[in-house]
């Protein structure tokens, strides 16, 4: 059953920038998802969609956490402003290493209803049209603000270790560490605030090594995991999107009307 996720407090955050891609995911992909001990590790920060998009820079005003974990340590990544890739940093150590980032919000006005309607089928955010008229909002032009929470799992050497929660108010937590994993299936959890989110639409993007991109869903069961099918040689990003009503000092500073977060989390199956 679908439900409806009100913000209980959400700290106030002074920098905004709009984007005008609707329903368009950002992502960490590796430069390499594999590399030996001793060598940098280096990723994209990138907006778009299929595994398609524009390589952001690193910017220390659009993010709020930008860090990396090991299984006994955890240290925050920095860059110059305007580098690409954004991440470029020494990795700690042989074992699998937890990127993740989480941006300030942004915000992107609505002049089309159809628009924001076909965004909430495609990410499965409920019935979008009796929420917005029972809040009495218009449907004319309103605004979303909307913040990135993106995770991607490197391997160094052998990639041995375990996902984990790392902070960020959603995220996608591999149960399953897929450089060392066997099977055709990997499992995730998909967490928000302190719960999990049950039933609820992952979406999934899996690159060939051709190229070739293919795209499906899954649903959490009632412990919030989803079961992700996985071929060798394969790229994947998963995507979970959550819907809710923004505090009043966010809407406020932004005019919006709603918020969204995205969850993401990229990896590749050896």
Request: charge should be negative; charged fraction near 20%.
């Amino acid at each position: 059953m679908r439900r409806f996720i009100r913000l209980a407090t959400l700290p106030l955050l002074l920098i905004f920038a709009a984007l005008p891609a609707l329903s368009h995911e950002l992502w960490i992909e590796p430069l390499e998802w594999q590399v030996e001990p001793g060598e940098q590790l280096q990723a994209d920060l990138i907006n778009g969609q299929n595994f398609e998009g524009v390589r952001q820079p690193y910017l220390a005003n659009r993010l709020v956490l930008f860090n990396l974990f090991s299984e006994n340590r955890a240290t925050r990544i920095q860059n110059r402003n305007g580098s690409r890739p954004a991440l470029d940093t020494p990795s700690h150590g042989e074992g699998l290493h937890v990127a993740a980032y989480q941006s300030t919000p942004s915000t992107l006005s609505y002049t089309e209803w159809e628009k924001f309607v076909s965004f909430a089928e495609h990410k499965d955010l409920g019935d979008v049209a009796t929420m917005h008229d029972a809040r009495g909002l218009p449907r004319s032009v309103f605004t979303e603000a909307y913040t990135r929470f993106s995770k991607s799992l490197i391997a160094v050497g052998a990639g041995e270790g375990s996902d984990r929660r790392v902070g960020l108010e959603t995220e996608l937590v591999a149960l399953d560490n897929p450089y060392t994993a066997s099977g055709d299936t990997i499992r995730v959890q998909l967490f928000y605030q302190s719960g999990v989110r049950a039933d609820e639409q992952v979406e999934i993007y899996d690159r060939a090594p051709s190229g070739a991109v293919t795209v499906s869903t899954v649903r959490t069961n009632a412990e919030g995991i989803a079961v992700i099918p996985v071929a060798p040689g394969h790229d994947y990003m998963l995507d979970a999107v959550l819907l809710r009503e923004p505090t009043s000092e966010l809407a406020d500073l932004t005019k919006a009307s709603w918020e969204t977060l995205w969850a993401n989390l990229t990896f590749h199956v050896p």
